[in-house]
């Protein structure tokens, strides 16, 4: 099935160092929602953005929706170990009940 | 925490053997989704519910069934478990088919 084109598949970052992480899309899609998941446990929800262009935080995170309503973006500042995790994007595009998922961008984090 | 439990959340069976897996939540939400996740496949759909007894097959409905007798409980059977179906299974609940999912916890089954 279709997925969604997530980059980079892991990154090894210092501690204190910024994060940023992308999903791209040949569909449009109508809402994006970012997640986080912890080994041995199910995905958690970090932010959702249902406007092109809408930019969302949540703490050190802040996401944005694309313009071209094609991609969205995940940013983490200042990181710190516990954000080590698999984050993934999810895509929505109103033509059925489905999430589309990306195939997860697994972060690691050097105290 | 959205309330959402899976059970069981380990089970080890053999081939052949009938598995049922359940997820009840206590969010009074009408969609329940049941979905696989495999390394290098990332989330797949496997039957989603909307509403009491309406549910639809997703990506890969092959070799399962689902059924939902009621709001709060949502069980995903193997009718005869292939080691292909060994996998972490999640749960997920959504208000509306819009609006953002949450997940339960999981369940690894191994078919050996």
């Known amino acids: 099935g279709q997925q969604l084109n997530q980059s980079p598949q892991s990154m090894f970052i210092q501690e204190g160092e910024d994060v940023s992480m992308n999903c791209t899309s040949s569909s449009i899609f109508n809402t994006w929602l970012w997640y986080k998941q912890d080994p041995g446990e199910g995905p958690v929800l970090l932010i959702a953005?249902?406007?092109?262009?809408e930019l969302t935080s949540n703490g050190r995170l802040t996401a944005q929706f694309g313009i071209t309503r094609k991609d969205s973006f995940l940013n983490i500042s200042a990181s710190i170990p516990s954000d080590v995790g698999i984050y993934f994007c999810a895509g929505h595009n109103n033509a059925g009940n489905m999430l589309t998922f990306g195939g997860g961008t697994r972060l690691m984090v050097k105290p | 925490d959205a309330g959402i439990t899976q059970s069981p959340r380990h089970k080890v069976t053999e081939t052949g053997t009938p598995v049922t897996l359940r997820c009840h939540q206590t969010e009074n939400h009408r969609y329940m989704y049941w979905y696989r996740q495999d390394p290098g496949h990332g989330l797949r759909l496997i039957h989603y519910s909307y509403g009491v007894k309406d549910t639809d097959k997703g990506e890969v409905s092959d070799g399962y069934s689902v059924s939902r007798s009621k709001t709060e409980d949502f069980l995903l059977t193997l009718e005869s478990a292939t080691s292909s179906q060994t996998s972490v299974y999640f749960c997920?609940?959504?208000?509306?088919?819009?609006?953002?999912?949450?997940f339960g916890p999981g369940t690894r089954l191994t078919v050996l």
């Open positions: 997920a609940i959504s208000k509306t088919d819009e609006n953002e999912q949450f």
């Open positions: 953005l249902y406007k092109a262009g």
